[in-house]
């Protein structure tokens, strides 16, 4: 089974701070991604990953950089945490093939004060 | 531009009935493919169902199945006899074959009533 894993399930944190969030996949996936998830507004793609050092910006870019030094590790970046930015973060990864289907992780609800 | 549109919120469906969650979606492209997804309280999306553009028979996997309806541009899920346990959030996803970028519609809260 395709296991994703991340950091935190919980994180409390102050405006200003650098805050990390830490995603790992145990099936060598190639692509990458994380999310943002807000009532009423969906999954929203901050940045994606397509190979080791490879990355694009999502829709939601804005506050947040990606790292990925090593093929099942895709770190989220917040430079200096907002309180907008207190929301529920998602990472996935992609199963190649016909489907291609995403396989997420538990999520860390944020909370920025 | 691509869009995936839930219009309900949130449902309510007696325990052991079947219920349909509505999906509508726009593109331009002749080829995607159409997810399903379940995020229980705990947070965590879990894939339910997949159907390609292309595919002729609608997907089924246990006891969801996708109503695929190509020239409404429609993807309902159907749940039947429904259980408890299936008291979650349901998102609508689509993904244009060719990009890695895949859109969510805003949700559907589904409430199973014993």
């Known amino acids: 089974d395709v296991k994703v894993t991340q950091s935190s399930r919980y994180l409390v944190k102050r405006t200003g701070e650098k805050v990390f969030l830490e995603c790992v996949q145990d099936?060598?996936?190639?692509?990458m991604f994380w999310y943002r998830q807000d009532p009423g507004l969906g999954l929203r793609l901050i940045y994606f990953s397509y190979d080791v050092k490879m990355k694009e910006k999502g829709d939601i870019p804005e506050g947040y950089s990606v790292s990925r030094e090593k093929k099942e590790r895709f770190s989220l970046i917040l430079e200096s945490a907002s309180t907008n930015q207190t929301s529920m973060y998602l990472c996935a990864s992609i199963n190649r093939g016909t489907q291609e289907t995403q396989y997420f992780g538990p999520g860390t609800r944020l909370l920025v004060l | 531009a691509q869009k995936i549109t839930q219009t309900q919120p949130g449902m309510f469906v007696q325990e052991k009935e079947a219920v349909t969650l509505d999906c509508t979606y726009d593109?331009?492209?002749?080829?995607?493919?159409l997810f399903w997804y379940k995020q229980p309280s705990s947070g965590e999306m879990i894939f339910l169902i997949y159907?390609?553009?292309?595919?002729?028979q609608n997907a089924t996997e246990g006891r969801y199945s996708l109503n695929f309806q190509k020239a409404r541009k429609s993807a309902n899920l159907v749940i039947s006899a429904s259980q408890l346990g299936d008291s979650a959030m349901y998102f609508c996803a689509m993904r244009e074959v060719g990009t890695y970028k895949y859109i969510f519609g805003t949700g559907t809260r589904l409430k199973v009533l014993a």
């Open positions: 159907q390609g553009s292309y595919d002729e």
């Open positions: 593109t331009s492209d002749q080829s995607y493919g």
């Open positions: 099936m060598d996936h190639e692509n």
